[in-house]
């Protein structure tokens, strides 16, 4: 058994906010800047009645025009933008997807690094022979999540949604995996009420943090310092790990796709662990930090774009909320 | 690296030409101190000192010589 990604399809929601509106927003804000150093040109918005569950099922519609939804037996739905605590959303999706009742079906929460662990579960479920045919989902829309004045977040991120389907196939596969978990950094990227430790804030003022950002204890909240300094001292080592367990040089990587996070954290990783500029995939500008959406969406803009062929091995690495991160090599 | 290069440094980042920059000046008062300049500045320690800087320690640093004091003088030449 073969586990591998067999197709990719991602929705992006219909508005738009480009750099050009985020400058008439926040006049200090350089939309030049902005492009060169963060990468970003634009970043998509859910509408506020549309929510992660709504852009999840435009994804999957996608895949499902031409495949075929009676084999599939398990779907897994990452997000941390739910519609409901209870029931779990993918019981939702199974139901407006009209997949067959006898499906496995489960949420599971995870951000940045969701699409690594989705594709571990994936192949333990084929490889366990629990399942033949799986619809991974990804879908988040931290724009909800973020105050209407917090300069950088909403410069950051965007809202989008993409699903795989993963199954056993002859040529390809999806390698060895490794993960880290690090609690410590819990509060460096949180939404800090709605759930049962705070379940409504205890205070509703606005934090202005850093200057120029404001928010509120219902509103994400991310330390950039804080997140940069687990990458830099995380993800080279996840790397070393990853190629190590895979048995591969990264002479021998095509391509290598990281959680599309900012141009900025990728360049400097990048160069640190030398890693030739013409096999690092680095791309959001149309995008945005899509989250958990961005490894797919990027996977798929690489197989559309002829970046990555049919046998390529490409290099995966996720990091990020929790601390949590994990990386696999795949062979498309 | 120098303490002088490393002022030459911060001034790339933060995007000043003027050359009235010098350890006493306080970065937070300067325009190109924004929350990119920040994580370049991480960055810059990272790969010449090859030492973490928490976002805790830095919210005390002001002046250059603030921070050349949270590096460890003893680390530049």
């Known amino acids: ?332 | 690296m120098t303490r002088a290069e490393f002022i030459e440094r911060l001034k790339d980042i933060m995007q000043i030409e003027e050359n009235d920059i010098d350890e006493d000046t306080n970065m937070r008062n300067l325009a190109g101190f924004d929350s990119l300049a920040v994580l370049s500045i991480i960055a810059l320690i990272d790969e010449h000192f090859q030492k973490t800087i928490r976002a805790s320690e830095f919210k005390n640093v002001t002046t250059i010589k603030s921070l050349i004091e949270l590096i460890g003088p003893e680390k530049f030449e």
């Open chain 1, 1 to 332: 058994m073969n586990p591998t990604i067999i197709a990719i399809e991602y929705f992006l929601p219909n508005i738009e906010i480009d750099n050009q509106q985020l400058e008439k927003e926040f006049p200090d804000w350089d939309s030049k800047k902005i492009e060169d150093k963060v990468g970003i040109k634009t970043r998509h918005v859910v509408q506020a009645d549309e929510t992660a569950l709504d852009i999840a099922l435009k994804a999957a519609d996608k895949i499902l025009k031409y495949y075929n939804k009676e084999l599939i037996d398990f779907l897994l739905f990452c997000t941390e933008s739910p519609d409901y605590f209870l029931p779990p959303n993918a019981c939702l999706l199974q139901d407006r997807l009209k997949l067959p009742t006898s499906i496995g079906a489960l949420d599971y929460n995870l951000g940045c690094s969701g699409y690594i662990y989705g594709l571990a579960i994936a192949k333990g479920l084929i490889r366990a022979g629990i399942a033949k045919s799986i619809l991974l989902i990804m879908a988040e829309t931290y724009t909800k999540y973020i105050h209407k004045r917090d300069k950088s977040n909403r410069t950051i991120f965007g809202d989008g949604a993409a699903a795989t389907i993963i199954e056993s196939f002859e040529q390809s596969h999806i390698g060895e995996f490794v993960f880290g978990t690090d609690g410590s950094g819990y509060e460096n990227l949180i939404v800090p009420c709605g759930g049962h430790r705070e379940r409504k804030a205890h205070y509703h003022q606005e934090i202005e943090d850093p200057p120029g950002s404001f928010r509120t204890r219902q509103n994400l909240y991310m330390n950039g310092q804080e997140i940069f300094n687990f990458t830099i001292n995380n993800v080279p080592r996840l790397v070393e790990q990853v190629l190590l367990k895979n048995n591969i040089t990264i002479d021998q990587i095509d391509c290598v796709v990281f959680h599309q996070a900012n141009k900025y954290i990728l360049n400097y990783l990048r160069k640190k662990m030398g890693i030739p500029q013409e096999k690092f995939y680095i791309n959001m500008e149309q995008t945005g930090n899509t989250v958990s959406a961005t490894i797919p969406i990027a996977l798929k803009d690489c197989l559309t774009n002829n970046i990555i062929k049919k046998g390529d091995k490409v290099l995966l690495v996720g990091f990020g909320v929790g601390y949590s991160w994990g990386g696999t090599v795949i062979s498309i």
